[in-house]
């Protein structure tokens, strides 16, 4: 094992944080809670491996020489993590589906009466020889 905190602090140090984010987004990529899009699980989950398999190189495989040493590294798993994070918390806030209702008509308040039976009939007027004297 090549962790020795006394004699090389940032290499070792580095192996375990790399690890820690490896198993952070892995977990993250598995565990579907359902804010992330499948996209962003494989994403997650591939990155996690990438970093935790590396971590184990170095701390298990590695015989020393030059390392690459990614600041970087440390930027990813944070915005990933803030982006489940943000994910969750939209999700939070998004109000429950409500089911289905079908629209009601609006209901007249007199009955229904037809074109004919709503105009009043004309006045009849007394025909022109009928008129009584």
């Known amino acids: 094992m090549n962790l020795d905190f006394s004699a090389e602090p940032l290499f070792s140090w580095y192996v375990v944080l790399l690890c820690i984010s490896g198993v952070a987004m892995v977990a993250i990529g ?42 970087k590294a440390f930027i990813l798993p944070g915005v990933l993590i803030f982006n489940f994070v943000r994910s969750l918390a939209s999700r939070g806030n998004t109000p429950a589906p409500q089911p289905f209702q079908p629209a009601q008509a609006d209901v007249p308040a007199q009955p229904f009466q037809s074109d004919a039976a709503a105009q009043p009939a004309p006045a009849q007027q007394p025909a022109p020889g009928n008129q009584a004297g």
Do not use: D, H, M, Q
């Open 30 to 71: 598995a565990v579907n809670f359902g804010a992330l899009s499948i996209g962003w699980r494989i994403f997650n989950a591939v990155a996690g491996i990438g970093f935790l398999g590396y971590g184990i190189y170095l701390g298990f495989i590695f015989e020393g020489g030059e390392y690459l040493l990614f600041f």
